[in-house]
């Protein structure tokens, strides 16, 4: 066994489901790819093999990203946040990172809300 992943793995706090989500980002232009989810084995392989490996919530199995379609997820870093239930995935995307064929998974359904100012 790897102590120093299975301490990372360790640190990990998963939900009730046994999952984490894991925000991807493009490593140079900080844009927010897509959302996905993993459980300590894909969070497992994402750290160890440089490629991005999800557990399919609806197919009930790993996936990594780009094996079918060709847009591969490279991992350039991670990070978790400050209590570790959420991952920050930096990648080098290629192709579209969302299953619609869209550059990211945000670019399909923007809103419209009111925005603020934080000296208002």
């Known amino acids: 066994m790897d102590t120093a992943i299975d301490a990372v793995l360790g640190r990990a ?3 009730d489901d046994g999952l984490l989500p894991a925000i991807i980002q493009q490593w140079d232009s ?3 790819l897509m ?3 993993m459980d300590a084995e894909a969070l497992r392989r994402t750290l160890t093999t440089g490629r991005v490996t ?7 199995e790993y996936w990594r ?4 379609s060709g847009h591969a997820q490279y991992v ?3 990070a978790f946040d400050c209590d570790a239930d959420t991952l920050l995935v930096s990648v080098e995307q290629v192709g579209a990172a969302c299953h619609t ?3 990211a998974c ?3 359904d923007p809103l419209e809300p009111v925005t603020g100012a934080a000296d208002a």
């Open 13 to 15: 706090t998963f939900n």
């Open 30 to 32: 900080k844009e927010v």
């Open 35 to 37: 959302l996905g989810y």
């Open 54 to 60: 999800f557990w399919s919530r609806s197919r009930q």
């Open 65 to 68: 990203k780009g094996d079918t």
């Open 76 to 78: 350039k870093a991670a």
């Open 101 to 103: 064929g869209a550059h």
């Open 106 to 108: 945000f670019d399909v």
